[in-house]
């Protein structure tokens, strides 16, 4: 397509992410790819397409606590943002994904066998598109701390998952939001697996009281920025 420059990505510090193989992350020995990783160029298709259009999103598919019969228990919050790519302009129709426990800690999944009460009324998934500037909103329940079997008396920190499509399905990142003062952060190995101090904390979530609804919900701002930078119609491409 003539007219399209195809994005440059910028090396992020060498701490930003975690490593493959994280030992205090037990699991990761057995399931980081052992053989160096190949980087392939961006082709046309990787940076245009396929993207999930507005008509795929359902009415309440970003509010958590209107997808069942009845209100789920819990404390009720409002997570918003913004999506940037690495110059800070706006990544508009970006898809977002989150999962999470319902407030006891507990997964809305099969495996799941942490005996901790499952909400029939809390599905723990939903999904939105951001807006032209950028932003997103979803309603939610503050989800609840859970054992897991690391380590000697392991519990993870409250998280919500995310999962951002950039401009393209083949664009995206996973990652996780935290809540601001967590007791829990200082044993957590997935979070700490993450060495530059910086870059662990924009996992952590602000409280946002200017958002807060009055006798309703609390509100969380969690900002996420993609790699790379938005195309512009500029020079000739035959990609």
């Not at 697996?193 to 200017?210: E, G, L, N």
């Amino acid at each position: 397509m003539a007219g399209l420059i195809l994005p440059h990505y910028k090396a992020d510090p060498p701490d930003a992410h975690p490593p493959l193989d994280s030992p205090g992350y037990r699991s990761t020995s057995l399931r980081h790819p052992k053989q160096p990783l190949v980087a392939l160029p961006q082709r046309l298709t990787e940076i245009t397409g396929p993207l999930l259009g507005d008509g795929r999103i359902g009415e309440p598919d970003h509010d958590l606590t209107r997808q069942c019969a009845a209100e789920p228990i819990g404390q009720r919050i409002i997570v918003h943002g913004r999506v940037v790519d690495s110059t800070g302009r706006p990544v508009p129709s970006t898809l977002l994904e989150i999962w999470q426990a319902n407030a006891s800690g507990r997964y809305h999944h099969a495996i799941d066998t942490w005996p901790a009460p499952v909400d029939p009324n809390f599905t723990g998934v939903g999904r939105t598109l951001t807006d032209a500037e950028g932003r997103y909103e979803f309603v939610t329940i503050k989800p609840g701390a859970y054992p897991w079997r690391n380590h000697d008396n392991a519990w993870r920190p409250a998280h919500i998952h995310f999962s951002l499509f950039g401009r393209a399905f083949t664009q995206r990142l996973i990652t996780q939001m935290y809540f601001p003062d967590d007791p829990l952060f200082s044993q957590d190995p997935i979070f700490n697996s993450v060495r530059d101090p910086k870059a662990r904390q924009r996992m952590v979530s602000s409280y946002d009281h200017a958002r807060t609804s009055p006798e309703w919900a609390l509100a969380f701002r969690f900002d996420l920025v993609l790699r790379g930078a938005t195309p512009f119609e500029e020079d000739d491409d035959d990609d």
